[in-house]
Protein backbone atom coordinates (compact mmCIF):
# COMPACT_ATOMS: atom_id res chain seq x y z
CA UNK A 1 0.00 0.00 0.00
CA UNK A 2 1.87 3.41 -1.32
CA UNK A 3 1.42 6.51 1.18
CA UNK A 4 1.32 9.73 0.51
CA UNK A 5 4.94 11.72 2.15
CA UNK A 6 4.28 14.72 3.75
CA UNK A 7 4.90 16.66 0.35
CA UNK A 8 2.48 14.91 -1.95
CA UNK A 9 -0.43 15.87 1.12
CA UNK A 10 0.70 19.52 1.32
CA UNK A 11 1.15 19.48 -2.79
CA UNK A 12 -2.69 18.21 -2.89
CA UNK A 13 -3.99 20.63 0.23
CA UNK A 14 -2.43 23.52 -2.13
CA UNK A 15 -4.31 22.62 -5.27
CA UNK A 16 -7.53 22.40 -3.57
CA UNK A 17 -6.88 26.04 -1.83
CA UNK A 18 -6.06 27.09 -5.17
CA UNK A 19 -9.38 25.23 -6.98
CA UNK A 20 -10.78 26.52 -3.87
CA UNK A 21 -9.72 30.11 -4.43
CA UNK A 22 -10.53 30.09 -8.14
CA UNK A 23 -14.32 29.25 -7.62
CA UNK A 24 -14.93 31.93 -5.11
CA UNK A 25 -17.40 34.53 -7.10
CA UNK A 26 -16.24 38.04 -8.20
CA UNK A 27 -18.69 39.45 -10.31
CA UNK A 28 -16.00 41.94 -11.83
CA UNK A 29 -16.06 45.80 -12.39
CA UNK A 30 -19.31 47.65 -12.96
CA UNK A 31 -19.65 50.49 -14.98
CA UNK A 32 -16.83 53.43 -14.00
CA UNK A 33 -15.40 50.74 -11.76
CA UNK A 34 -12.44 49.41 -13.73
CA UNK A 35 -9.40 50.50 -11.55
CA UNK A 36 -11.12 48.21 -9.08
CA UNK A 37 -8.28 45.11 -9.55
CA UNK A 38 -5.79 47.90 -9.78
CA UNK A 39 -6.66 49.01 -6.07
CA UNK A 40 -7.04 45.78 -4.94
CA UNK A 41 -3.81 44.39 -6.10
CA UNK A 42 -1.85 47.94 -4.83
CA UNK A 43 -3.59 47.41 -1.07
CA UNK A 44 -2.31 43.74 -1.28
CA UNK A 45 0.67 44.12 -2.43
CA UNK A 46 1.45 46.90 0.65
CA UNK A 47 0.00 44.55 3.13
CA UNK A 48 1.28 41.72 2.14
CA UNK A 49 4.91 43.81 1.74
CA UNK A 50 4.22 44.90 5.25
CA UNK A 51 4.65 41.09 6.81
CA UNK A 52 8.02 40.39 5.68
CA UNK A 53 9.28 37.64 4.07
CA UNK A 54 7.10 34.66 4.31
CA UNK A 55 8.40 31.33 5.10
CA UNK A 56 6.08 29.54 2.65
CA UNK A 57 6.50 28.64 -0.73
CA UNK A 58 6.21 31.00 -3.97
CA UNK A 59 2.91 29.32 -4.57
CA UNK A 60 1.13 29.39 -1.15
CA UNK A 61 2.23 33.31 -1.12
CA UNK A 62 0.52 33.58 -4.33
CA UNK A 63 -2.32 32.02 -3.09
CA UNK A 64 -2.60 33.99 -0.15
CA UNK A 65 -2.40 37.08 -2.37
CA UNK A 66 -5.24 36.05 -4.53
CA UNK A 67 -7.63 35.06 -1.99
CA UNK A 68 -6.79 38.56 -0.23
CA UNK A 69 -7.38 40.21 -3.54
CA UNK A 70 -11.10 38.42 -4.05
CA UNK A 71 -11.70 39.56 -0.63
CA UNK A 72 -10.90 43.19 -1.30
CA UNK A 73 -12.31 42.84 -4.53
CA UNK A 74 -15.84 41.62 -3.16
CA UNK A 75 -15.85 44.07 -0.10
CA UNK A 76 -15.49 46.92 -2.78
CA UNK A 77 -18.42 45.49 -4.47
CA UNK A 78 -20.59 45.53 -0.70
CA UNK A 79 -19.45 49.19 -0.14
CA UNK A 80 -20.80 50.36 -3.48
CA UNK A 81 -23.84 48.60 -3.59
CA UNK A 82 -24.78 49.48 -0.14
CA UNK A 83 -24.63 46.37 1.67
CA UNK A 84 -23.08 46.66 4.14
CA UNK A 85 -25.28 47.61 7.59
CA UNK A 86 -25.57 51.34 8.64
CA UNK A 87 -23.40 52.18 5.61
CA UNK A 88 -24.62 55.86 4.52
CA UNK A 89 -24.18 57.10 0.51
CA UNK A 90 -20.83 56.21 -0.74
CA UNK A 91 -20.54 59.16 -3.51
Not at 24 to 42: N, Q
Not at 58 to 74: F, K, Q, S, T
Request: include cysteine; aromatic fraction near 6%.
Amino acid sequence: MATMSNDDAARAELEEWSEFIGRIRYDGPGPGEAGDERLADEAVSSEFSSWGRLDGSAEMNNLICRALEIGYLRALQDVRERRVPGLGPTD
